[in-house]
């Protein structure tokens, strides 16, 4: 029997080709309809995330959308009497009613008793009615608000026991839901389907192998493919056989909330780090991850990142904490946590210019021994690191600029993890300096892995590199920005990591402490835009299996969105 979508079992009609056939989401100019993909429109990640917004970030959203307003309907404003509701079976839980819920309560609690994303209601809304961008709404379009019980085989005439914005939204969240419940329901579910472009036309169908239940759920609501016409246009119309709702749903959620095959990894505990500033950043990394003592501990500058880089490898090896300081003091929170580690060996970073003589001295008294690994620039400052540290070489080592610094943060982190250093260079060098050559030869490096690309690392370079005796291999390891850089060196180092760890890319104070305990752990870090997880990072998370993720800083480096797996644009 040819699968009929518009009968649903129950007898009752909830579809709609999408009313608004013509509405241009916003930033249109910014898809492709090739992407459009009718087999997956939406991750099931993305589609049944209860907690993709909180009730202030829908309310923001709806206030960024609604500036103005010409009557009392819009959604931003209107409040509405809801009612109790039970639990239904496994589909939702318990909606506990109360007088005038604004809408961005109502999307809510219905996205947490149901399960299904406040974003996908939203884009429902805008999709059905156009309710999200509507500055005057009628009495008519909330009491349609979600297209629910108003199938396209009657014009859109909607049963009137379904109308109300309250019942609208939890009804087709319930729906929804319902399809994808552990008893197969509705006529459209994953495998291969024919579905067709326009409802009561000869327009023909698509055969779309339909790759999860949250596209199936899509078809089961709206049971219309788009055509080439309507993708090739997606902020107007297409031809006589086009159809547009789940095109629109497509464009809305892309421009309002990013990519719609967003990841999220399951069972993974997020922890954060944070701290008033960067000294208590390192202060709380250094409690977390040496509870008891440790013999050696580093001491770097907080004032700028070269030093605490070439240090956090060396750090990784000798399975010691790094600690931050102010140039020209010791601050007592940093020296009490000194007391608590206990160390027999404090090893400074950096000559008098980036800790003082005088913080040298108070340090001296915390330990028995002390040393400084000093030089005249960065590049000798890394260059005695190395040598003091890695005694037994290293048939492997990073290479990363020492003009900044995300692409050494997340080199530190990898090179800990198999007890190798992380070389800074002066990276627009056409040659390699013979100092250089002497540092690779000593530690009787074979294979060099450069993190960057060409305007970190010169091609010229790389070349030098490949020349000097007893290197066998050198390798790039590039992107086209510094957090596709940081995804790529993890990727290239890691199968497996049970925690992950990410700091936010374009301040390095936080993540500095973090390389060294990072590398030690043989655990990836990953170098973010503080609001936002990248897609990459989110699908390693779940290819490495971890269990774990820890943010290094506090909300104004890496904002609690990230706790949620926020996923970027």
Known sequence: MKPDARKLLTGIVALSIGCFAFLAPQNATALNGSDFQPGNIISDDAFYDSNAMTEQEIQQFLDSNLPSCSNSNCLNIVRTDTYDRAADRNICTNYVGANGELTSTIIFKVQKACGISAKVIIVTLQKEQGLITNTGPSDGKLQRAMGYGCPDTTGGTCDAKYWGLYNQIYQAAWQFKRYSTPTPWGSYQPGIRNIQYKPGTSCGTLEV???????????????????????????????????????????????????????????????????????????????????????????????????????????????????????DSL????????????????????????????????????????????????????????????TAGSQTVYLATGATFPDALSASAAA?????????????LTGVSPELVSLITSLGAKHIIIAGGPASVTPELESGLAAVSGVEDVKRVSGSDRF????????????????????????????????AVAGAQSAPLYVIPGPCVPSYVLQDIKNFGATEMTLLGGPASVSPSVERFAQCR
């Not at 880089?309 to 750090?315: E, H, I, K, M, Y």
């Not at 000194?338 to 060996?345: E, G, K, S």
């Not at 850089?485 to 500095?512: C, H, K, M, W």
């Open 209 to 327: 192998n339909i790759e999860n239940n949250a596209t199936a759920a899509l078809y089961n609501y709206t049971p219309y493919v788009p055509n080439a016409a309507a993708l090739a246009n997606l902020g107007g119309p297409g031809d006589s056989c086009s159809s547009y709702g789940n095109r629109n749903f497509w464009a809305f959620y892309n421009n309002w909330f990013g990519d719609t095959h967003v990841i999220i990894p399951q069972n993974v505990t997020v922890d954060r780090i944070g701290g008033s500033d960067r000294y208590d950043v390192a202060i709380g990394i250094s409690q977390k991850n040496f509870p008891a003592t440790a013999s050696v501990v580093y001491i770097a500058t907080g004032s700028n990142f070269p030093d605490a880089l070439s240090a956090a490898p060396a750090a990784a090896l000798q399975k010691a904490p790094l600690l931050l300081t102010p140039s």
């Open 331 to 390: 601050p007592a929170k940093v020296k009490s946590e000194i007391q608590r580690l206990a160390p027999t060996t404090i090893v400074v970073v950096g000559g008098p210019a980036s800790v003082s003589d005088n913080v040298y001295a108070q340090l001296s008294t915390l330990a028995p021994n002390i040393r400084r690994e000093g030089g005249p620039d960065r590049y000798a400052v890394a260059e005695s690191i190395i040598r003091n540290a890695f």
């Open 416 to 428: 800990g993890s198999i007890k190798a250093p992380v070389l800074l260079v002066d990276g627009q």
């Open 484 to 515: 596709i850089v940081s995804g790529q060196i993890n990727r290239d180092a890691f199968e497996t990591a049970t925690r992950v760890y990410v700091a936010a890319g374009f301040t390095y104070p936080d993540a500095l402490s973090g390389a």
